[in-house]
């Protein structure tokens, strides 16, 4: 079946350290997109990519970093500089060029700092 | 500012009881996203609008473009039905909006 798959579903990181989630689709979707969402919040753009070999920041995108090398993957890249990383990630993609599809939405990580 | 807007926050409801979740939205869009997210996490897309309505089983969404407003109806509401449900816009830029969520419990 297609879908979103990301990984690690809960992953645990001690300060200073950099961590990468995963994200892979093999819906042949070109967009790509990293959101956080936080308690009482709505999802927040970290970095889109609507291409291989190009992403854009959203607006949130201080301390984080991603690559698009293959149209299937869009990992994202939690550095040691972004102060409040404990979040809840979540990874989507959506086929561009087509007005009549939907966005589709991996399961999502959860990252917390100890 | 928020683009998008929702309510209520929080709904508790019997089971059987028709449901109701708004959204208003201020930017220009191409199309309306109605997710439910599980609590473990992962979202799924329910609908998307860019104009009248549509149904699904029990849940009907619609939109009126003009006013920059939809609704998520659930009828006949059932525990499962227990979720967060968020409305999301996309822009002509096709880049997406969210609103902060409607925290559902259906009570037995």
């Known amino acids: 079946d297609g879908g979103i798959t990301q990984s690690p579903k809960y992953l645990f990181r001690k300060e200073g350290q950099n961590v990468t989630l995963s994200c892979e689709q093999n819906?042949?979707?070109?967009?790509m997109y990293w959101y956080r969402q936080d308690p009482g919040q709505g999802l927040r753009l970290i970095y889109y990519?609507?291409?291989?070999?190009?992403?854009q920041k959203g607006d949130i995108a201080e301390g984080y970093s991603v690559s698009r090398e293959k149209k299937e993957s869009f990992p994202l890249t939690v550095t040691s500089a972004q102060k409040n990383p404990t979040a809840f990630y979540l990874c989507a993609s959506r086929r561009q060029g087509f007005s009549g599809n939907t966005i589709y939405f991996g399961e999502g990580s959860w990252l917390t700092v100890v | 500012k928020n683009e998008v807007e929702q309510s209520p926050q929080n709904l508790t409801a019997q089971e059987g009881e028709f449901i109701t979740i708004n959204c208003s939205y201020s930017?220009?869009?191409?199309?309306l996203h109605w997710l439910q997210q599980h609590p473990g996490g992962g979202i799924v897309s329910l609908f998307m609008?860019?104009?009248g309505k549509k149904k699904h089983g029990r849940l009907i969404a619609t939109i009126n473009i003009q006013e920059k407003h939809s609704s998520l109806h659930i009828t006949a509401s059932h525990p499962r039905d227990s979720a967060v449900y968020i409305c999301?816009?996309?822009?002509?830029?096709?880049?997406?909006?969210f609103g902060t969520g409607t925290s559902l419990t259906v009570i037995p």
């Open positions: 609008l860019s104009s």
């Open positions: 999301a816009v996309r822009d002509t830029g096709n880049q997406f909006y």
């Open positions: 930017v220009g869009i191409s199309a």
């Open positions: 990519s609507q291409i291989v070999n190009d992403f």
């Open positions: 819906l042949n979707h070109d967009a």
